[in-house]
């Protein structure tokens, strides 16, 4: 049986129909008629049960189509002009084993043939014109316009006969072998409709290179029906499998070895077709995102079939998943549960008889068929829209690879997911694995990859290379640029993993610095930049500028932060300007006191004496900026290092400098440090990485009274900023993701395998680091936060509400306690009022007035308590915030635990006079919180009978705001 693949011969056939409706074109006109239909399929979401409209009633001939769109609107793995060369033929990708269903068809049979082209260096071209695919050919959608004819050069594909332990226990005993160059000829070929594969993905080959001039002389092939099933799936070593079936070859058999071993080498070897090839269309996407909306892993997938598995396959009852899904929820505080699933019975069962703990984390696709036979598969029951099954089938694995572990059985669709996410080999468990790990073992592993921070999902972006032992970095020889997105994640590579296979795969660290892993890369340093915030002002763009760096280097050595380039990317034309040229020009490391930018030490020094009573003129000072930075620019390739280390890829490096009195409460904690830190990391995409915070001190400065000084306000400081540390790095890294500080650092990479050369610099890169907060702070470039009239004059938050909101929830998480829990409406009934006591040493106030007007006015309505935050653990102080329906405290930075009162509190803040007018401290921040309601009261008269009475109208008024909000919510008809 001949395999016929297209290749264009020299002979242009006149345009003519003939038989049934197809279109014999010449080779550029069946081009044309090719990139159009490939142009339309990819922009047009075909909607369930509604053929492809781009193509309804469609003439069968080319001049009907609409114009083609540019080539480079369209992906492939080479351009548009020399395409084949360095191939010696062409791998059509047409037909797909008949009974697949998507998970199989797309993800096992299409890579089967991939990898046979890769192997016999064939350049792959997929366009399925397979209608004997029952379970997922839709004729309405991939049948849809013109059918086109067309000629080339045609070649068959050789059989092998198996022997031995290789004999194939099918019918013929065969796999394909080798192409045949011996016996080639000019064929016709047909393309029908739009295909499967153009429906769901991006073109693997661009149809141009039917009309290049490289391919003319390279013959095709491709598979026939026989040698794509059984000779391809069964019989050849060269396919990937999801478990050992019936017929495979005793040599290609697990026979001795753990079934998760086996499956590795299945999964590696179409993990690294899928991530070359696979590229949803930018609708499939969408679909994908709104179906599992989580970013950065943080959920755990179960795929649950339950209807019909065929070839050998043990069906289980849903009762077989709940220990391990109970196992992720142990494990865990937070992080959804995405449930794929065949049957309509499932959902509602683990949400009404499951834990709640369980049920309130359930995700899944929203409007999905779900068969309710238990023996018949939706594409079945979906018979007449086929293209909707495989459109949610195609959703649901692209949505479980997202998620950071995995619960499954023996699947095509989980195989699927694994290719896309290879790092769940290690994070997932197998119900039908007899050997497989059991839920207390899954518990475990989960628990040790938490604590190590696992980081992001493939799909989320990044090249997913874990647990590949043969891995290593590449790089792009063009420009010399590491591809740091493929190294491992932070935590990936330990050298036993709880539970684990014993033959688990691991990437091996080269050592750690201060217990951070590293990675060798054996090849010179290149670092990139990209700024934003740039106002073409010298005298203070730096003010305003942030940039996020490649390749952020540190040199052990000279103790400083580097950036390796070549000479021709640094900005060097003044007539240029570019957001991703490094340039010699600084950014701010700090988000406080803003008044110390522009000053310098001298002026700086001058101002700190006031406080210590003393100060000397005569001193010699160094005169620099304080808190303007810039790491070093290094352009001179001679003097670069031949190598360096390199921290995992899922970590981001952020030096900061504070102000000796930053930390003197959490004010400034929160709003100069942790806001400008997150709105800095957020721009640049990178707050949910791991973070790594590094301090930096200034020069030495000739001045031991103002070093004593500062010395003295940071070991008054350093409880205060433990306490609230976990609400930016989280519980369990607060104490461990700090290099502190750079200058006169002593750095800890005693475990390190040394392979810097002699005389070379020691360097160590984060693959990401971002410089430049200082604008960020709730105060922007102003001096203070309401002690003078002249901060009032330029509001810096405006529409900074929605930011503020998402920088709370981001904490809040970081906490264990997620958006869920803490944005709900202030429980009634009564209504918690917190009044805040004695939470300043110099505003304190006991309010003890306030108080009984309060409980006298509202009784039973309202649980008025006294609280003295500052005695508070950090979670016990921020989750009594989050359940309260108001706040009455002082103004100040002890106030700043009022920033996590839930949406529609209220929050009533009494503030000092003064011979400037009243201050009204942190007015820019509380003002612009769109969902905390903000009273502001005069501390002075405040315990006068009439502002009594204001306090209490207000507060009964803002609660029955809340009572409103609560009618509305529970459908009731507000007054």
Request: net charge negative; charged share 25%.
């Amino acid at each position: 049986m001949r395999a016929y693949v297209i290749l264009w011969s020299c002979v242009a056939i006149a345009i003519g129909t003939i038989g049934n409706g197809i279109a014999l074109v010449r080779k550029t006109d069946a081009v044309e008629a090719m990139l159009a239909l490939q142009e339309a399929t990819s922009r047009v979401p075909i909607e369930p049960g509604v053929g492809f409209s781009g193509f309804a009633g469609a003439s069968s001939t080319v001049g009907a189509l609409s114009s083609p769109s540019s080539p480079e609107q369209h992906h492939s793995n080479r351009g548009t002009q020399n395409i084949c060369d360095g191939y010696d033929g062409i791998m059509w990708v047409s037909r797909v084993i008949r009974k697949a269903g998507a998970g199989t068809l797309f993800f096992q049979s299409i890579v089967d043939s991939l990898v046979y082209a890769e192997k016999y260096n064939l350049l792959p071209w997929v366009w399925i014109n397979d209608d004997e695919n029952k379970p997922c050919y839709d004729n309405r959608v991939h049948g849809a316009g013109p059918n086109i004819t067309f000629s080339h050069l045609t070649g068959e594909i050789e059989e092998l006969v198996g022997e031995g332990k290789m004999a194939c226990k099918t019918k013929h005993g065969t796999r394909p072998g080798p192409p045949d160059y011996m016996h080639l000829e000019i064929a016709d070929h047909t393309v029908i409709g739009n295909g499967m594969w153009q429906s769901y993905f991006q073109p693997v080959s661009s149809v141009q290179l039917f009309a290049d001039p490289s391919c003319a002389s390279k013959p095709v092939f491709e598979l026939s029906r026989s040698q794509v099933m059984p000779d391809m799936h069964r019989c050849s070593e060269l396919a990937v499998r999801g478990w050992a079936f019936k017929g495979i070859p005793d040599a290609l058999l697990p026979n001795d070895m753990p079934m998760s071993d086996w499956l590795w080498d299945h999964r590696r070897r179409a993990s690294s077709i899928v991530r070359k090839y696979f590229s949803p269309l930018p609708w499939l996407h969408e679909k994908i995102e709104f179906s599992n909306p989580v970013v950065g892993g943080n959920c755990l997938a179960a795929h649950i079939r339950l209807t019909d598995k065929a070839s050998g396959r043990d069906k289980k009852g849903l009762e077989a998943y709940r220990p391990y899904i109970e196992a992720y929820v142990s494990a865990t505080e937070k992080g959804a549960i995405y449930i794929a699933t065949d049957d309509g019975t499932v959902l509602d069962t683990i949400r009404d008889t499951w834990s709640r703990d369980v049920g309130s984390r359930i995700i899944a696709q929203d409007g999905a068929f779900r068969s309710t036979d238990d023996n018949v598969p939706t594409f079945k029951l979906l018979a007449e829209d086929k293209h909707r099954s495989n459109s949610e089938a195609l959703v649901e694995i692209y949505s479980m690879s997202k998620c950071n572990y995995f619960v499954h059985g023996y699947s095509g669709m989980a195989e699927a997911v694994h290719y896309l996410n290879s790092r769940l080999h290690q994070r997932s468990a197998n119900i039908d694995d007899p050997d497989g790990v059991s839920p207390k073992q899954f518990e475990d592993i989960i628990r040790a990859f938490e604590k190590m921070n696992v980081g992001t999902s493939i799909y989320s972006g990044n090249v997913d290379v874990t647990g590949m032992p043969e891995t290593e970095t590449k790089s792009d020889d063009t420009d010399n640029t590491t591809n740091v997105e493929s190294r491992p994640i932070s935590g990936s590579s330990p050298s036993k993993l709880v539970g684990a296979s014993p033959n688990a795969p691991s990437v091996p660290v080269d050592g750690h610095l201060n217990g951070l892993d590293l990675f060798h890369i054996d090849k010179p340093p290149v670092s990139h930049v990209h700024c934003v915030g740039e106002n073409f002002d010298d005298k203070n763009s730096y003010v305003y500028r942030s940039c996020e760096y490649q390749n952020l280097c540190l040199d052990l050595d000279q103790k400083q932060l580097v950036v390796y380039t070549v000479p021709q990317a640094v900005l060097a034309d003044e007539q240029v300007k570019s957001s991703t040229q490094l340039s010699k020009k600084a950014t701010v490391l700090a988000g406080s006191q803003p008044k110390t930018w522009f000053k310098t030490y001298d002026e700086h020094l001058t101002y700190n004496h006031k406080k210590t009573g003393k100060r000397d003129k005569t001193k010699n000072l160094r005169r620099a900026y304080v808190g303007r930075y810039g790491p070093k620019i290094q352009t001179d390739v001679k003097s670069r290092p031949s190598s360096y280390y390199q921290l995992a890829q899922n970590v981001t490096l952020l030096p900061y400098y504070s102000h000796p009195t930053a930390y003197r409460n959490p004010g400034h904690i929160l709003w100069d440090e942790f806001l400008s830190w997150w709105q800095l990391l957020d721009i640049f995409g990178r707050a949910d990485d791991e973070l790594l915070l590094m301090k930096m001190i200034r020069p030495t400065v000739n001045d031991t009274e103002f070093e004593a000084f500062e010395e003295e306000v940071h070991s008054k400081d350093d409880d205060l900023t433990s306490k609230f540390l976990p609400l930016f790095l989280g519980t369990d890294k607060a104490k461990s993701s700090f290099l502190d500080p750079v200058e006169g650092y002593n750095f800890d990479i005693s475990d390190v395998q040394p392979r810097w050369k002699d005389g070379e610099a020691r360097v160590v890169c984060a693959p990401h680091g971002v410089i430049g907060s200082g604008y960020f702070a709730d105060h922007g470039d102003k001096n203070w936060h309401g002690q003078v009239k002249g901060d009032y004059q330029k509001p810096h938050n405006i529409g900074r509400g929605a930011s503020f909101r998402r920088f709370r929830s981001w904490m809040l998480s970081n906490i264990g306690l997620p958006p869920e829990e803490t944005d709900k409406l202030p429980a009634r009934d009564p209504y918690l009022i917190l009044v805040s006591v004695n939470s300043s040493e110099r505003r304190g106030v006991d309010f003890s007035a306030q108080m009984q007007a309060l409980k006298k006015s509202l009784g039973s309505r309202a649980n008025v308590q006294a609280v003295n935050f500052p005695s508070m653990g950090l979670s016990e102080q921020i989750t009594l915030a989050t359940k309260a329906a108001a706040i009455i405290s002082v103004t100040g930075g002890g106030t700043s635990t009022a920033y996590f009162l839930p949406p529609g509190a209220s929050l009533y803040l009494f503030y000092n006079g003064g011979k400037d007018g009243p201050k009204y401290l942190d007015w820019d921040v509380w003002n612009n919180i769109g969902d905390i309601r903000v009273h502001w009261l005069g501390r002075k008269d405040r315990d006068e009978s009439s502002s009594l009475k204001t306090l209490t109208n207000l507060v009964s008024s803002e609660l029955d705001h809340l009572d409103l909000q609560h009618q509305e919510m529970e459908g009731g008809q507000g007054q």
